[in-house]
């Protein structure tokens, strides 16, 4: 594969950048559960901010201006709550993702294509009518567990335990994201078949 000579010295690092970044995101819950063991939380603030931050210098370097907006917006966030309680701002970075992610995918809904059909599209182009009222219905199943995942991370801020936060957020959350994805395979394929059926009986 050729590379060009101004694309190769910064598409390359660009793409470790943000995987790293990616990589230390999902392993956020954990690494703050131990960091608080060695650190003040005062320092585990500033180096969240500063992940935050590289976030959305990423996003502008690719021309994501709204992804930019956004991420700069939970910085913000988290640093006047921070400025009041630190460690409340520091278990609250998930649910600020949670809550992003559930506006990301409903912004869709409303300026379409929604964002699964987005994604279907990249496989099947031809979309037909009932896979896109089916990754419309999709988008919304998204929505709504987005919104739920907030709800309970939030809850784990507010009364659980650092442990009880760091198990949600950092496993169980996963895993629902997990089987949502995974299950979701079967259910699509009964459906499709179910929809194909009472075609053919028509």
């Known amino acids: 594969m050729m590379w060009s000579k101004k694309s190769m010295p910064w598409s390359i690092p660009k793409r470790v950048f943000a995987g790293l970044l990616a990589l230390i995101g999902l392993g956020y819950p954990v690494l703050a559960y131990y960091g608080l063991t060695r ?11 500063g992940l935050i931050v590289a976030r959305a ?16 917006a939970i910085a913000a966030l988290i640093a006047v709550i921070g400025y009041y309680a630190q460690m ?3 278990r609250l970075y998930p649910v600020f993702i949670s809550l992003a992610l559930a506006g990301v995918f409903g912004a869709t809904l409303k300026y379409p294509p929604p964002m699964i059909e987005r994604f279907a599209r990249l496989r099947h182009p031809d979309l037909d009518d009932y ?3 089916y990754t419309r ?9 987005f919104v739920a995942n907030a709800a309970i991370s939030t809850a784990t801020v507010l009364w659980g335990t650092l442990e009880q936060w760091t198990i949600y957020n950092g496993i169980v959350s996963y895993g629902l994201i997990g089987i949502l994805f995974i299950g979701e395979w079967p259910v699509r394929h009964w459906l499709r ?5 009472r075609k053919q009986g028509q």
């Open 39 to 49: 650190f003040s939380a005062r320092y585990l603030l500033w180096g969240l901010l």
């Open 57 to 72: 210098v990423l996003f502008l370097v690719s021309a994501r201006i709204a992804a930019a907006i956004v991420t700069l």
């Open 88 to 90: 409340q701002a520091l």
């Open 131 to 133: 896979g896109i009222a």
């Open 137 to 145: 219905c999709l988008t919304r199943v998204w929505v709504g567990f």
């Open 193 to 197: 078949r179910r929809h194909e059926n």
